[in-house]
């Protein structure tokens, strides 16, 4: 195992890095072993991890020093941001800028920074179509991110920008399934009209991450965008529809509505939605479902992860 080259994975425990993570261990015949960062190594994910062979070490993105030093000897890594963590962009900037300056350090080969649009670029804070939240973003989830690509440029790390699509794992873990309205019915709610939403299982971001590492450097100083399908919200319901053996309602709300359902991070939500809707030949035109296959051959469809995790969507 020695020979191989390692691929540190930052979140590994989570939805993307512990997809990359199985994806590298579950290819013995590759050049590549994974070495699995997180906050607590003692997790069962991280005990999971580390019986598939993983190497597991324990490392806090919000301290650069141990981030640094776990990325010593290291050929590439992947480095992504859970946003709804904490609901704070300038942490999110903190900690892109930490994982850079900790690649640079490293003089890693490849990194693979996970991001998303800063849709600042297509609604100026000035654009009173959608509000402005927290004082200087639209979305705020994206835009940290997005604003966060120039700093693996300026610092000369060797990156491929990922640009991920709607986790269809959000109708499990996220709340946003099919809810139950006081007529006993289900209806699947986003405020997407009849514009399309590029989405996929959160498991094939991590497989097509694996695929753009075996590229070696083919992509490095690229913007990647994967999906696995891009559906209207009346395509998913049909589809949640088939799938759970009772009519599931597609329900456009508008994006003000969508914004004033008071949930934690509505808002945030509510703009993205709006934004993918009204820029959808950009959005979904930076998403290549066909690139993301070559990427990653077990690509899912929404069908075919929906015959895999029907049973597992809560029906409030």
Request: proline fraction near 4%; glycine fraction near 10%; aromatic fraction near 10%.
């Given at each position: 195992?020695?020979?191989?080259?390692?691929?540190?994975?930052?979140?590994?425990?989570?939805?993307?890095?512990?997809?990359?993570?199985?994806?590298?261990?579950?290819?013995?015949?590759g050049e590549f072993i994974?070495?699995?960062?997180?906050?607590?190594?003692?997790?069962?994910?991280?005990?999971?991890?580390?019986?598939?062979?993983?190497?597991?070490?324990?490392?806090?993105?919000?301290?650069?020093?141990?981030?640094?030093?776990?990325?010593?000897?290291?050929?590439?890594?992947?480095?992504?941001?859970?946003?709804?963590?904490?609901?704070?962009?300038?942490?999110?900037?903190?900690?892109?800028?930490?994982?850079?300056?900790?690649?640079?350090?490293?003089?890693?080969?490849?990194?693979?920074?996970?991001?998303?649009?800063?849709?600042?670029?297509?609604?100026?804070?000035?654009?009173?179509?959608?509000?402005?939240?927290?004082?200087?973003?639209?979305?705020?989830?994206?835009?940290?991110?997005?604003?966060?690509?120039?700093?693996?440029?300026?610092?000369?790390?060797?990156?491929?920008?990922?640009?991920?699509?709607?986790?269809?794992?959000?109708?499990?873990?996220?709340?946003?399934?099919?809810?139950?309205?006081?007529?006993?019915?289900?209806?699947?709610?986003?405020?997407?009209?009849?514009?399309?939403?590029?989405?996929?299982?959160?498991?094939?971001?991590?497989?097509?991450?694996?695929?753009?590492?075996?590229?070696?450097?083919?992509?490095?100083?690229?913007?990647?965008?994967?999906?696995?399908?891009?559906?209207?919200?009346?395509?998913m319901a049909d589809a949640?529809?088939?799938?759970?053996?009772?009519?599931?309602?597609?329900?456009?709300?508008?994006?003000?509505?969508?914004?004033?359902?008071?949930?934690?991070?509505?808002?945030?939500?509510?703009?993205?939605?709006?934004?993918?809707?009204?820029?959808?030949?950009?959005?979904?035109?930076?998403?290549?479902?066909?690139?993301?296959?070559?990427?990653?051959?077990?690509?899912?469809?929404?069908?075919?992860?929906?015959?895999?995790?029907?049973?597992?969507?809560?029906?409030?």
């Amino acid at each position: 195992m020695s020979d191989k080259k390692i691929i540190a994975v930052v979140g590994a425990t989570g939805a993307q890095g512990g997809g990359l993570v199985r994806a590298i261990m579950g290819d013995p015949s590759g050049e590549f072993i994974a070495r699995a960062i997180t906050r607590d190594v003692n997790s069962e994910g991280a005990r999971a991890l580390a019986k598939s062979g993983a190497e597991v070490v324990a490392a806090d993105i919000d301290d650069e020093a141990s981030l640094a030093a776990v990325l010593q000897d290291a050929y590439g890594a992947y480095f992504v941001t859970f946003f709804w963590a904490h609901f704070s962009p300038e942490k999110e900037k903190a900690e892109a800028r930490s994982m850079a300056r900790a690649a640079k350090a490293a003089g890693l080969k490849h990194v693979i920074w996970s991001t998303l649009e800063d849709t600042r670029q297509w609604v100026p804070l000035s654009d009173t179509r959608m509000p402005t939240l927290m004082g200087e973003y639209k979305v705020p989830h994206f835009d940290a991110k997005g604003e966060s690509n120039k700093v693996f440029a300026e610092l000369g790390v060797p990156t491929t920008f990922l640009f991920t699509s709607f986790y269809w794992d959000n109708l499990i873990h996220f709340g946003m399934g099919p809810k139950k309205g006081a007529d006993g019915k289900l209806a699947f709610t986003i405020p997407m009209g009849d514009k399309k939403l590029p989405g996929m299982a959160a498991e094939d971001i991590g497989k097509c991450a694996y695929g753009i590492f075996r590229k070696g450097s083919e992509y490095i100083g690229m913007s990647v965008g994967i999906a696995g399908e891009q559906l209207t919200g009346k395509q998913m319901a049909d589809a949640l529809s088939a799938a759970l053996g009772q009519e599931v309602h597609y329900n456009a709300v508008s994006p003000e509505t969508y914004r004033s359902f008071g949930f934690p991070g509505a808002d945030d939500l509510g703009n993205m939605f709006q934004f993918n809707s009204d820029f959808e030949q950009d959005f979904c035109g930076a998403r290549n479902v066909d690139l993301s296959r070559t990427l990653n051959p077990s690509l899912q469809t929404f069908e075919t992860w929906l015959d895999r995790n029907k049973n597992r969507i809560p029906l409030e």
